[in-house]
């Protein structure tokens, strides 16, 4: 028995040194036209079936490239592409996210980057978008995606109330209110996800103050502990009496499934959210709203951010191939593809979104109508430095909750934090 | 080994029942969830599935890839983890059995791998490997492994080696053995449930990581099976009921590889016992 | 020293040389010189900019040290409240698998389950049984009246970490109870014997003969747990994620260093310079700790 047990041990670690020396060599096929294979690193596993249909289509064009997509955990992404860029072994094109940003930034200002603006044709990319990627003048990637934040809600239990979409923060309580007397619970939160929560307070926060008042804050003639800010977070505390009991413990996932499986009515979210959904609850019927503003008169605006481009790594030895792939995804015949797989908004404006999926639509439109041009969250020029408004709310909006802060006091945490880096307001 | 009467028999019965409770409600719960769908899993967490599905895991055993994971898992694992236990022992016995200038600062020294977390050094740990070439190989992982198992393994070992008594040795080496062999004759069987111990943990630590594969592993040929189940932690999806079949395929070799070694170092113990 | 000497020193030397050479150039080299990274100012790529001891003045005293101190606190915590809950509960199940009960063997195993299984697994499948609305344990808290316990486990800052510490606990029990169990039947039966024969009643032969006994498996495993202790971070990782939460609550050294170094999802900005400079001071905090038990330890085997 101990003998078989060695012999098998040594067959097992000479099969693994055998298999260890690695594959280096692409298989390529010996024909005339041997395609030219492009290697393309990411963080979306929803991303699959994009690239298979992006190369039929390359393909169907005449372009004899063949796409191979890894994807790697969102958290340890940037881990990986950072190591692999440095270390000369990343792939040919990789996704990147948006600036301001310092991880960007820092691909940029370090030479990982490639401009784009002379070699392919950005023109179906509107100049908002282009922005997230823009630095020193130049575009240094292809925005993918756009998400939109705001309020998703059960389209079943409004019609079952007769409930409107609410167009005033007034008509939001109102609503809640009602809901919450009968027994539904109104807003389903994840009180245990920071982000999410950091999340929240921008959405809200660009639709009242707004993006003009955000504007000013950006310049420095407004404060963070001003009380149109301060009432942001007010505002929310005072809803918490309308969030699930002990929401503080909850994660996203657990606020999707609720949300989905018809034990709250809203949830402040993002659009991403609805495949998660349909895949809980394939007859869920829900819709979306922005963020209701408080002054009736007062035009909502919408939080839009890039959620992330593809970048072109400047010692690819395929960048011609590369190119033509990146040339194909700033194209509306990507973005159809892309909107129709993921289900998601396309960041490239005259793309066919997918007919069955009224909610992508809505929010499609919505982003190229009511985007906010001001905000303080991600994308936004409060990212530039450390701490971030973002990195502060993640921890605070929590504490606040909690009932260890005030409202006043988690503005006054985010005017202190900002303004040891963030100029004009020092 | 203790003479007890009946009513202690059975308070010691009640508090490992109790303790055996402990651990089969969250298992059963684990192996159960992956029977079920997302929605049960959500919504009705105590009652048995309504359909014993085994869609779960086949999705799980393809969409993760897991032939060619388990694969290369295995192999891993089992490389690497004969390397550490071996050099490992080896080191154990010099730093246990024999007195010479700076023997303690080289324990120490090794000891200190202990206390620091991998992910600081990972960027001169990944230059060393490309530069040797290894980028994307198993060869990397075989490495890094074994090297990352020194310092507990060491640690261990050597303590457990200096419960051998040196008369055993002294008798070996007066009959003219060397020190290897006097190694691998007399102490490796004695120290047969040490080393089953950190075979164990080693195996658990390799077997788990999913660190090292992402840094260093970029084919999908060459993934382990802690990268495929990462696919189920998608950057927008939760489709917890793959993610429950998938962690529970991942965990049935670690267990079995445990019962099997249990008996080894289970037996060690009871062997003791008849002393 | 005579050619005898020396030739016999090479000799076992050899065996010692491999593990002392890997662990050199893939461990102990990349270590030490990331930790001198503490000095820079550096975002893990680019140049790095030599900063002298700012990093050390922000983490102990500056900008971070508020969260540095909150987490070295809970590092301290978790070594305090883990180590009561694994050793005493594992010397009591270890005794209670001495005395060779039946069934023992199946108990032996299934204790040990738990350790297999990867933290992230742990993890998950405790935030959902603990889910304070739909998870089994408040389902069953509130099926037998008490309603009142049915807290929100992971979302309340005083219950967070100590139910955290339990998880952990639970996962690694086996360890300790094998550990302890070898420990136990590895002592000498005459010594026992001769207690009996002596008319001491069993409970006095536990507290004055095995008991003593134990003290240098329990010091090994102290050693281990500081080192453990100040090094968690995949459990709050998988159960809090990366701030620590609820409010920083759980944060530890270990999310906190990950948090400078890595930062979150998406583009707040890297600090490896500060994440190393975390890192130096808990290697600083443990390590002496570490010599100084080994060092008791050795002291004690001398004596004894």
């Not at chain 1, 660009?206 to 955000?214: L, N, Q």
């Amino acid at each position: 028995m101990k003998k078989a047990m060695i012999v098998l041990l040594v067959l097992f670690i000479t099969a693994g040194f055998i298999f260890a020396g690695g594959q280096k060599d692409q298989a390529q096929t010996t024909a005339a036209d041997k395609p030219v294979t492009v290697t393309i690193w990411g963080w979306r596993t929803q991303d699959a079936d994009v690239w298979k249909q992006t190369q039929e289509a390359l393909q169907a064009k005449g372009d004899n490239i063949v796409i191979e997509y890894e994807s790697f955990v969102p958290a340890e992404y940037d881990s990986k592409a950072l190591l692999s860029l440095q270390g000369g072994t990343a792939s040919d094109i990789f996704y990147t996210r948006r600036l301001p940003g310092a991880r960007t930034q820092g691909l940029i200002d370090n030479g990982f980057l490639v401009p784009l603006d002379n070699e392919i044709d950005l023109n179906n990319i509107p100049e908002t978008t282009l922005n997230s990627i823009r630095s020193g003048g130049k575009v240094w990637g292809v925005p993918f995606a756009n998400q939109v934040v705001g309020i998703f809600y059960n389209k079943d239990i409004f019609a079952k109330y007769g409930f409107a979409e609410p167009e005033t923060w007034a008509e939001l309580i109102t609503i809640s209110k009602k809901l919450k007397a009968d027994g539904i619970t109104p807003f389903m939160i994840p009180g245990k996800a920071g982000w999410a929560l950091a999340m929240q307070h921008a959405m809200v926060g660009v639709s009242t103050p707004g993006s003009d008042w955000i504007g000013k804050l950006a310049k420095g003639e407004a404060k963070f502990t001003d009380p149109e800010f301060v009432n942001v977070g007010r505002r929310l505390n005072d809803l918490k009496q309308y969030y699930q009991k002990d929401f503080i413990a909850n994660s996203t996932d657990e606020m999707s499934a609720g949300f989905a499986l018809e034990q709250a009515a809203m949830v402040f979210y993002g659009i991403w959210g609805g495949s998660n959904w349909k895949e809980l609850n394939p007859d869920f019927n829900y819709g979306y709203f922005p963020v209701p503003v408080v002054n009736k008169g007062d035009k909502p605006s919408v939080y839009v951010y890039m959620d992330g481009s593809y970048g072109l790594n400047p010692i690819s030895a395929n960048k011609e191939a590369a190119l033509k792939v990146l040339e194909f995804t700033a194209s509306p015949a990507f973005g159809t593809i892309f909107s129709n797989v993921t289900g998601e908004m396309t960041a490239v404006t005259g793309a066919d979104l997918p007919k069955d999926k009224p909610v992508l639509q809505e929010c499609y439109a919505t982003a190229n109508s009511i985007a906010a041009e001001n905000m303080y969250w991600v994308g936004s020029v409060f990212q530039n430095g450390t701490p971030t408004v973002y990195s502060i709310l993640r921890e605070k909006m929590q504490s606040m909750y909690l009932g260890d802060i005030t409202p006043e006091e988690l503005a006054k945490d985010v005017q202190d934090g900002l303004a040891t880096w963030y100029k004009p307001l020092q | 080994m203790f003479r007890l009467n009946t009513v202690q028999k059975i308070i010691i019965f009640s508090i490992l029942i109790l303790w055996a409770i402990a651990n089969i409600f969250p298992l059963g719960v684990m192996v159960i969830s992956g029977f079920k769908s997302t929605r049960e899993i959500f919504l009705a967490p105590f009652s048995l599935p309504s359909k014993w599905s085994f869609d779960s895991y086949k999705e799980a055993w393809t969409v993760a890839n897991f032939s060619v994971y388990f694969k290369n898992s295995i192999i891993v694992t089992l490389v690497s983890i004969t390397f550490t236990l071996f050099i490992s022992s080896m080191a154990a016995y010099v730093l246990a059995r024999f007195e010479f200038p700076g023997r303690r600062a080289i324990y120490l020294f090794i000891l200190a791998g202990l206390v620091l977390p991998v992910r600081l050094a990972i960027l001169p740990i990944f230059l060393l490997i490309r530069n040797m070439g290894l980028n994307n190989t198993l060869f990397s992982l075989f490495i890094v492994y074994t090297a990352g198992g020194i310092s507990f393994s060491t640690f261990l070992l050597t303590n457990f080696f200096k419960t051998i008594p040196m008369d055993i040795e002294d008798a070996a080496r007066i009959d003219g053995a060397s020190y290897f062999r006097v190694y691998w004759k007399i102490h490796l069987p004695l120290l047969r449930p040490a080393l089953a111990t950190v075979t164990v943990f080693n195996f658990i630590r390799v077997w788990n990581d999913f660190f090292f594969p992402l840094i260093f592993i970029n084919d999908n040929a060459k993934k382990t099976i802690p990268l495929g189940i990462q696919n189920f932690f998608g950057e927008y999806a939760i489709k917890w009921d793959l993610l429950f079949a998938g962690l529970n395929i991942a965990v049935i070799p670690i267990i079995i590889f445990f019962i099997i070694l249990s008996k080894q170092f289970i037996g060690g113990l009871t062997e003791g016992a008849i002393k | 020293m005579s050619a005898k000497k020396l030739f016999q020193k090479h000799n076992y030397l050899i065996l010692i040389i491999p593990a002392l050479l890997l662990y050199t150039v893939f461990i102990a080299y990349p270590f030490f010189s990331s930790l001198f990274l503490s000095f820079f100012k550096w975002p893990g790529i680019g140049p790095k900019i030599f900063v002298g001891l700012d990093n050390y003045k922000n983490v102990l005293t500056g900008y971070m040290s508020r969260e540095f101190y909150r987490a070295l606190g809970h590092n301290f915590y978790f070594f305090f409240l883990n180590w009561v809950l694994s050793v005493v509960p594992g010397m009591i199940l270890a005794f209670s698998l001495a005395a060779g009960l039946r069934g023992s063997d199946f108990f032996k195993t299934l204790f040990f389950i738990p350790n297999t299984l990867s933290i992230i697994i742990v993890g998950f499948l405790w935030a959902l049984l603990l889910n304070p609305q739909w998870g089994m344990i408040n389902q069953i808290l509130k099926s037998i009246g008490l309603d009142s316990i049915a807290k929100a486990w992971l979302g309340d800052t005083k219950l967070a970490l100590p139910t955290i510490i339990v998880i952990t606990g639970w996962r690694g029990m086996g360890f300790y109870v094998l550990t302890f169990l070898a420990a136990i039947v590895g002592i000498d039966r005459s010594m026992l014997e001769a207690g009996r024969i002596d008319g001491a009643t069993e409970s006095q032969m536990l507290f004055r003969l095995i008991l003593p006994q134990m003290v240098p498996i329990i010091t090994t495993i102290t050693i281990l747990k500081i080192i453990w202790s100040f090094n968690i971070f995949d459990i709050v990782y998988a159960m809090e994620g990366t701030q620590g939460g609820p409010a920083g609550s759980t944060d530890v050294l270990g999310t906190l260093f990950y948090r400078i170094a890595f930062g979150g999802l998406g583009s707040s900005q890297v600090g490896m310079g500060l994440g190393a400079t975390v890192v130096t001071l808990i290697f600083f905090i443990v390590f002496p700790v570490s010599v100084l038990y080994i060092y008791i330890v050795e002291k004690r085997e001398l004596k004894g």
